[in-house]
């Protein structure tokens, strides 16, 4: 279920070419401060990935809530459900 969440988070990206050593930057909008670069879109998806995974942890670690993204909610520690 939780492949699913992220799945969807991906889904959602937003990706733009940047002025940088890393051109690709990509965001979740649906996940405050989840974003990440790569020196292709796929690294940089791949590297996204990966953010959105620790940023899912730390926030169940502490015990913070997680925003839905689209129909996909975590309620609590391993639980999530589609709406």
């Given at each position: ?8 988070a991906?889904e959602?990206?937003?990706y733009e070419?940047?002025?940088d050593d ?5 965001e979740v909008p649906?996940?405050e401060?989840?974003?990440?670069t790569g ?10 990935e ?14 913070f809530?997680?925003?839905p993204?689209?129909?996909h909610?975590?309620?609590d520690?391993?639980?999530?459900a589609?709406?």
């Amino acid at each position: 279920m939780l492949i699913e969440y992220i799945h969807a988070a991906l889904e959602n990206a937003r990706y733009e070419i940047i002025e940088d050593d890393e051109p690709y930057y990509g965001e979740v909008p649906e996940l405050e401060g989840v974003w990440a670069t790569g020196s292709t879109l796929e690294e940089c998806r791949r590297n996204l990935e990966e953010v959105i995974d620790e940023w899912i942890v730390f926030r169940l670690c502490r015990g913070f809530t997680l925003p839905p993204v689209g129909n996909h909610v975590i309620e609590d520690c391993g639980e999530a459900a589609v709406v």
